[in-house]
């Protein structure tokens, strides 16, 4: 069965700098995607980006952008000038490309900005 | 927009009642999950469905139940709630697809309390 590991509980970073969020994944098999969601308080839980583990190009969504390491099955998520309203949980998921169409979440960060 | 609605946001319940949590998304989604999230344990998934009457156990689906008799409908039911099923339960569907873009699109959670 394949896991996620998030290994920083929280997080928190100055308004307008870089944060970097930890995630590392094992599976055994060789295309599968991969996500990042966030979850602000008290609000729901929305898609901040993808990647295929095909592609070898990291995903890129305006601020966020995913550093991709399948050989180490890492995928970071990088927050650039970081804003207010990024504060929230930040969830890393895993889907396999075949079967079951369910995600495999890991156990979330913390992400606070302090202005 | 998908809206995936959850019936209630807040519920408390007595130990060994029985307890229904609905869910209803309009976007004609053939995939509706049901998760439980716990801090320091992420998301968990309990159940899922990828058809009308269909369902899959996921995780930890001991104590649980659900039922889909309609495609917009997902239902999760605690046949006798106990306390330590006291947490936040998430609802969630997509679309059915081979691709990376069947992205989860989630309820508001429904925060559950068993006393």
């Known amino acids: 069965a394949q896991t996620v590991t998030q290994s920083q509980p929280e997080m928190s970073v100055q308004e307008a700098e870089t944060v970097t969020l930890s995630c590392t994944y094992d599976t055994s098999e060789s295309d599968y995607y991969l996500f990042w969601y966030k979850q602000p308080p008290s609000r729901q839980m929305i898609l901040v980006i993808r990647q295929e583990a095909y592609k070898q190009q990291n995903a890129t969504e305006n601020r966020f952008s995913v550093n991709f390491q399948k050989a180490a099955k890492s995928f970071s998520l990088k927050i650039s000038d970081s804003q207010l309203g990024d504060a929230a949980m930040y969830f890393c998921?895993?889907?396999?490309?075949?079967?079951?169409?369910?995600?495999?979440f890991g156990q979330g960060t913390r992400l606070t900005i302090n202005p | 927009d998908v809206k995936v609605t959850q019936s209630s946001r807040y519920l408390v319940k007595r130990t060994g009642e029985k307890v229904f949590l609905e869910c209803v998304q309009d976007m004609d989604h053939e995939n509706m999950f049901w998760y439980r999230q716990d801090p320091g344990l992420g998301l968990r998934l309990i159940y899922f469905?990828?058809?009308?009457?269909?369902?899959e156990k996921g995780d930890i689906p001991e104590g649980y139940s659900v039922s889909r008799e309609k495609k917009e409908r997902f239902s999760l039911i605690l046949e006798s709630a106990s306390t330590n099923q006291t947490s936040m339960y998430l609802c969630?569907?997509?679309?059915?697809?081979?691709?990376?873009?069947?992205?989860?699109?989630f309820g508001e959670g429904s925060r559950l309390t068993v006393l």
């Open positions: 969630a569907s997509s679309l059915w697809t081979s691709g990376p873009t069947g992205e989860l699109f």
């Open positions: 469905s990828y058809d009308v009457k269909m369902k």
């Open positions: 998921a895993y889907r396999s490309a075949e079967g079951a169409q369910k995600l495999v």
